[in-house]
Structures are given as structure tokens and as C-alpha cells.
């Protein structure tokens, strides 16, 4: 195989833009495969033998790795654009955030399909294919902010969560009882307020598909947390906000649950954040970075007289 069909990711340079993982099995279903059987295709095309790639280009642990930040996700995201001369499908990934985030996608990303069933009715109505946006595999976004509805994270037939990669059917089938997985209109859970982290999700994954998300320097979340002080001394902050702000300096890289946190309490855009710590901290500072205070529910392990008290 010396190349692919030149399959274009959709909603390019948009908060909309598909995730790599919808674009490979688009990809793999134009060229009547599976997605597992295109990976074995294309690994000893890339390498001579499929042995010594194994560990580089697998998908079946942990599918949601090939839209996340780890060395799999590179490595088949310069193969497929490789071979279908499509340029910038990091975009379709978090690959941007590697510097930031770690690779560990236990507290950042889904580990299964989740979606908005009203998008895949209006694509549908309109004719053109429902595919799964990069947004929707954060663990945080739980609405989708356009219809504002609860995203779906199983199938409304047999209940069964979707993998992001399954036997050879279009992505509006449950890959279990090859059922529609769009609900009907009546089954749609209303959202009316947005959900935490909804703003910041959407213009990251914006800024992330346009290319605008840069870094300049070192670690923006350390430049942040040792900026802040600067501008509002850490005796003056509450005990959650001084623990966040000293975990930020400390720490190496991040979960995106982390980011989303950091962005929280101190009352700026993520995006603002990232790519600019030194106004981000400066902002937090007027703000008083008070953003975050502690719950005032009990632990739910506490004992029962404590919880008592807390009644």
C-alpha cells in the first residue's frame, strides 16, 4: 500500500473538529477494512516488519491513545498523513498539550465513545456523515453546548458502551446489536446550565484545531504559579487555592482535569492560561485567585459522627 485516500478530517479549525480516532475508521471503512486490519497494513509499509512495530502502532488497549498524547498517537497520525498527504491531523489529537498534560489519560480522556445524538440527527438531515467530535472524549464535558443535551455514552437499545473502534460498522451503530445509537428527540436529557469546564473544553479544543494554541518558554503552569505571588501573596489565598497554586509550581505535568481546576480558580480562560501565564497571573491577582474554596459537604468516607456534624 503506497497511499491512502486523501480523506480530509471534518470541521477543520473549529471547536467541531473530528477526532483522529473518527477520521481513522472513516478511513479504514472507505478502503472496506476494519480498523484493526488497516493497522497491520500499514505497519510493514512503515517499518519492514510488523514484530518490531507492535508496541508503536497498536489501538486495541486503549483506543481513546490514539487521539490522547502518547507516543501511539504520533506515530500514527505522521503515518496517515503520510499516506494521504493530509497535513496538520495532529489537530484532531491533544498532541499539542504533550508539553503540559501527561500521557497518563485516566483523569483528562474518555476510555469510550460518548456523543451528542442531536448533531448525528442534523447531519443526517443535511446529508453529510455523523462522525465524533475531539471535545466530546474529555471527561469533563458532560452536555453538548450547542443542543444542550447530555451527551450519550451508551446505546439507548442495549445499553452497551461504544469503543472507539468496532466491528467494521459506521459510527451511528451500536457495535453490539448494530442498533441506531442516535435516541429519539424524547429520550434527550435537557442541560439548561453549562457544566463545569464547557467554556474551557471548547475554546482549547478551538485553539488546539486552528493551530493558535503556543507555547513560548518553559512549563506555562509553573511560569503561572511562580508569576502569581507576584501579584497576590499566597498568605492571602485560601487553603485549597495555596495548595493548587503550590502543586501547579511543583509539579511536572498536569492531568487536564488539573488544567481545567488551575483555569477555575483563578478565574481566566484556559487557553489565556496556557499560552500567556504572565497575564494569566496577573489577572488571577486582581481577582484575589479565590476562585476555588473547599466543599462543605462530608468526605464521603468520613465516619458517621462527622458527617453528623457536618449536617
Known sequence: MDSLFPLQPLGVGSAE????????????????LTAGQLSRMLLPWRLGTAEATLLHLRHDGHGVSLCGLTDQTRAHVRLVSTLTGVDDLD????????????????????????????????????????????AWTVQA????????????????????SQPFFSRATPL??????????????????????????ERDTYELVEAIASGQLLFKGGNPMRRFARELPRHFPSSKMNPASARIALGMADRGLSTMFTLFKAAHVAQVPLVTLLSEPEVAAAAAGKL???????????????????????A
Not at 451511528?172 to 469546564?197: F, K, T, V
Open 172 to 197: 451511528h451503530i451500536c457495535h453490539e446489536c448494530r442498533n441506531d445509537l442516535m435516541q429519539p428527540a424524547s429520550m434527550w436529557a435537557y442541560m439548561a446550565e453549562p457544566g463545569y469546564a
Open 141 to 160: 464535558l458532560k452536555r453538548c453546548p450547542y443542543h444542550k443535551i447530555l451527551l450519550s455514552t451508551c446505546c439507548p437499545t442495549c445499553a452497551a
Open 91 to 134: 489537530r484532531t489529537t491533544f498532541l499539542s498539550l504533550r508539553r503540559v498534560v501527561t500521557t497518563s489519560q485516566r483523569h483528562s480522556l474518555r476510555s469510550s465513545r460518548a456523543w451528542c445524538s442531536a448533531c448525528i440527527a442534523e447531519a443526517r438531515a443535511a446529508g453529510d456523515p455523523p462522525y465524533d467530535r475531539l
Open 17 to 32: 473538529i473530528e477526532l483522529f480516532n473518527s477520521e481513522y475508521l472513516r478511513l479504514a471503512l472507505g478502503h472496506s
Open 288 to 310: 484575589g485567585f479565590r476562585g476555588y474554596e473547599e466543599p462543605s459537604y462530608p468526605h464521603p468516607r468520613q465516619q458517621a459522627a462527622v458527617a453528623r456534624r457536618h
